[in-house]
């Protein structure tokens, strides 16, 4: 078939997929505060008989005489929480014991990082897998349909992290909610998708990555969509090393058998593997013609590319765009995390429209989060321009939960606000009071690369309260910057900050800050501290964003692992 008119029919398809979701997202997206309302009324009335429920007056909440009240109802009887209040529910989840946060037991767990070290283990409920995970799965591929209407012509490569990392004591599975989705968004897009489910269920992380390049540089990827850029940067790095080994395997059609693959999932992979002399060809004169084989050049007809571009992994996205044609569209992936997929960008903006049907909104301007009596605003009540933290109640058992995220306010869609991650809200920071906001160390670097000349791979700070400074780490393109022009780079870098705030300004130059501390790293500093933080704590690789800025002595104690030799530690 024609690639356009395949292209065109997978379009239509999805249309009338998605025709109710569609319609249900723009009339909420027209109507806000109404739809909110609904929303929270429906998510109240779902967990109304639950010892959550029963504890907060959830029955009372509901009696209320008009919206408002219900609102004010809500955050009377409902405190804000973080997640280690609403750790004992899920323990109890966990254990087996059901009507607890939601109505019967949730489907799955999903798992993210927590303040305390141990990991987070959010609950995903029937509800929220069927109306939130999948029916927007489904949405996200018709909008990318429309911003570019190839993107569906040829194989998709999506990375997720592995469905099913283990089980409660009830045998709820734990793993990764995306893993979970991508295998069940129907047979309209899990035949066009480069990858077997199977792949993401390898044990070994460079034993994963490996097949799925080796997979996925065979097929002809016209829409590529994994979260974080900084995997494109591991995939590209995948292919750096085994282009040989990849070009072996599709001439033969098997999978190096040195590869550190479960039996059971190798027998099931190599089954469907035939020899693709034509294609191992063609990569072997593309080796030929370039110097580096990127996916411009083995993935010509790629459209579209989704991860996320806000936040700190901007500092990721800019280090690929060389990497694609310019036609290639690279659009935002959007406000999501493992606790609350929270919108869709639905144009070429950096921009989410949070979803008013789906969860209950409620924000904190950043200004106010460290005042506990201070207000709370509704989705419909956000400024353009301003800045707040997310409280999201939603179908799965979060009820005002702290996302602890700074978002800030773009133009409005229909009448429902689009809005961007800036960051975390622990990615501010501060030794004596200056408070240093990880957006403005980027600012800081990004400018200091521009004035030098002297481009980054990877960069990352450190606070050190014992010597009270800032350590600052970093990996240059150029190899031959030494000790002494890594510290003049680090100079420009301070001097933006004192620019950018005016109390880092006053600390430094009152010397209660003292001079940044700075140690080069040794090649490929970042993958190797993204492998390491990986496979001791089994995260999700691809959701893997740590902080640029940060107080955080774990993490501080690993990046030290990767100074050149030679440096102080």
């Given at each position: ?522 090649p490929n500093a970042f993958n190797k501290f993204k492998r390491f933080i990986i496979s001791r704590n089994h995260r999700d690789a691809s959701r893997f964003k740590p902080n640029v800025l940060a107080q955080n002595e774990d993490n501080h104690s690993v990046i030290k692992k990767f100074i050149k030799s030679g440096r102080k530690k």
């Amino acid at each position: 078939m024609n690639t356009g008119i395949k292209a065109l029919t997978i379009y239509n398809a999805l249309r009338f997929i998605c025709v109710r979701e569609n319609a249900e997202f723009n009339n909420a997206c027209r109507f806000p505060f109404i739809s909110q309302v609904k929303t929270l009324r429906s998510i109240l009335s779902a967990s109304a008989d639950t010892v959550f429920g029963r504890e907060h007056h959830f029955d009372e909440i509901l009696r209320a005489k008009d919206e408002f009240e219900l609102i004010r109802l809500y955050r009377q009887f409902v405190p804000a929480v973080e997640y280690e209040d609403i750790r004992p529910y899920v323990k109890r989840m966990m254990s087996g014991e059901s009507d607890v946060l939601i109505k019967g037991k949730p489907v799955m767990y999903a798992t993210t990082s927590g303040s305390t070290g141990e990991p987070k283990y959010i609950p995903i409920s029937e509800p929220y897998l069927d109306k939130v995970y999948l029916g927007m799965s489904k949405l996200m591929m018709l909008n990318y349909s429309r911003l570019k209407l190839k993107c569906l012509s040829g194989y998709i490569l999506t990375i997720v992290g592995k469905t099913e990392e283990g089980q409660t004591e009830d045998a709820t599975p734990v793993g990764s909610a995306s893993g979970l989705t991508n295998g069940s968004t129907g047979k309209l897009i899990t035949r066009m998708y480069a990858v077997p489910q199977d792949v993401f269920s390898i044990e070994n992380y460079s034993a994963r990555y490996y097949t799925l390049m080796r997979y996925a540089i065979e097929k002809d990827v016209t829409l590529w969509v994994t979260p974080n850029p900084s995997t494109v940067l591991e995939m590209q790095s995948v292919v750096d090393q085994h282009l040989d080994d990849f070009i072996k395997d599709i001439g033969e059609g098997t999978i190096k058998s040195d590869i550190a693959i479960e039996p059971e999932i190798r027998e099931k992979l190599e089954k469907n593997l035939k020899p693709n002399p034509g294609r191992a060809y063609e990569l072997r004169r593309l080796q030929t013609l370039y110097e580096r084989v990127l996916p411009r050049h083995y993935w010509p007809n790629l459209q579209l590319l989704s991860t996320w571009k806000c936040g700190n992994t901007q500092i990721y996205s800019s280090k690929i765009q060389d990497f694609f044609s310019p036609s290639v569209v690279h659009h935002e992936f959007g406000y999501f995390a493992s606790e609350c997929r929270a919108g869709l960008v639905v144009d070429k903006s950096n921009e989410s429209v949070l979803f008013p049907n789906k969860h209950f909104f409620e924000f904190k301007r950043e200004k106010d989060l460290g005042n506990p009596s201070a207000p709370f605003f509704r989705l419909d009540e956000l400024k353009e321009g301003e800045r707040y933290c997310p409280f999201v109640t939603t179908c799965s058992g979060l009820f005002r939960y702290n996302m602890n995220d700074i978002i800030q306010v773009a133009s409005r869609y229909k009448q429902a606000p689009r809005v961007h991650m800036v960051q975390k809200v622990n990615g501010i920071v501060s030794i004596t009071g200056e408070k240093l906001y990880e957006d403005q160390f980027i600012k800081a670097v990004d400018a200091a690369q521009e004035s030098t000349g002297m481009k980054l791979l990877y960069y990352a700070g450190y606070v050190n309260l014992q010597e009270s400074r800032y350590d600052w780490y970093f990996e240059f393109e150029d190899s031959r910057v030494n000790q002494k022009k890594s510290e003049e780079f680090a100079k420009v870098v301070d001097q933006n900050l004192k620019v950018i705030n005016i109390e880092y300004q006053s600390k430094r130059d009152s010397f209660r800050l003292k001079d940044p501390a700075v140690f080069l790293l040794e090649p490929n500093a970042f993958n190797k501290f993204k492998r390491f933080i990986i496979s001791r704590n089994h995260r999700d690789a691809s959701r893997f964003k740590p902080n640029v800025l940060a107080q955080n002595e774990d993490n501080h104690s690993v990046i030290k692992k990767f100074i050149k030799s030679g440096r102080k530690k």
